[in-house]
């Protein structure tokens, strides 16, 4: 049914989500983000499903934004690049939103909208090896949509120490950072995974709904005047030179004009 997921649900009502781009790394495209908000809203309407672990196909979680699908954007008009932004933004809070535990299993890399992703989540864990880092502005451009998600996730003081730099960190930093509520063996992950999952199978559906509803309430404000405006942030960003420059240097494999003497 979807061209870049696949979900599987097991007789306990465990959903698996697994973005299946491999050959991309899961990167994010159109259709994936298209793809990702259709699931959330089937998966949340599922009376079947209890919990959904979130997880990426392949060597990687997630690479971020396709490359191809950001480059189109800065050939698009105006008004489409605000419509593409608003895939973005809406998949993200599909999946925030989502009245089910949503547990992230992460392997590989998870950059970007990676972060992004896993900071949805309810809980993430991350393999040892794990590589995460917000590689925005290495492209000219910055963490606009999945901002208010990991801003929330993390806090404003750690987040500082990693949203502007595109540094990458591994696994430990990423528990530190909180991220990550665990990181553990590549061997371990399934393991790790189902003891978050096993203790929603002894609650009430509709109580750990209005719980996670809850706590989202209580916490950082993310509601349309929020998302609004890191959609315009992230258009803004599209139409400047170093983001064309930027993206331009990737597809070149060459160092952009911007980057400085190490």
Sequence with gaps: MFETLSIATDDRGVATLMLNRPEKHNAMSGQMLADLTLAAAELAQDDAVRVVVLT?????????????????QM???????????????????????????????????AFGGGVGL???????????????????????????TIGPYVI???????????????????????????????????????????????????????????????????GPRIDDAVIDATIKLLVARWETAEAQEGIAAFFDRRPAAFVGKS
Aim: net charge neutral; proline share 4%; charged share 20%.
């Design 75 to 109: 050939a698009a008009d105006r008004d489409t690049r605000f419509t593409e932004a608003r895939k973005l933004a809406e998949m993200l809070q599909a999946l925030n939103t989502l009245p089910k535990p949503l547990i992230g299993a992460l392997q590989g890399n």
């Design 56 to 72: 990426g196909a392949g060597k990687s979680f997630c690479a971020g934004g396709d490359l191809g699908w950001m480059q189109a």
């Design 152 to 218: 929330a996730r993390m806090g404003e003081a750690r987040a500082r120490r990693v949203f502007m730099s595109a540094r990458l960190f591994g696994a430990a930093e990423a528990v530190e950072l909180g991220l990550l509520a665990h990181a553990v063996p590549e061997d371990a992950l399934s393991e790790a995974v189902e003891a978050e999952v096993a203790p929603y199978l002894s609650c009430a559906p509709g109580a750990v709904a209005s719980a996670k509803a809850l706590a989202r309430s209580l």
């Design 118 to 144: 896993a900071s949805v989540c309810d809980v993430a864990i991350g393999v040892e090896s794990l590589k995460m880092g917000l590689t925005e502005t290495r492209l000219g451009l910055i963490p606009a």
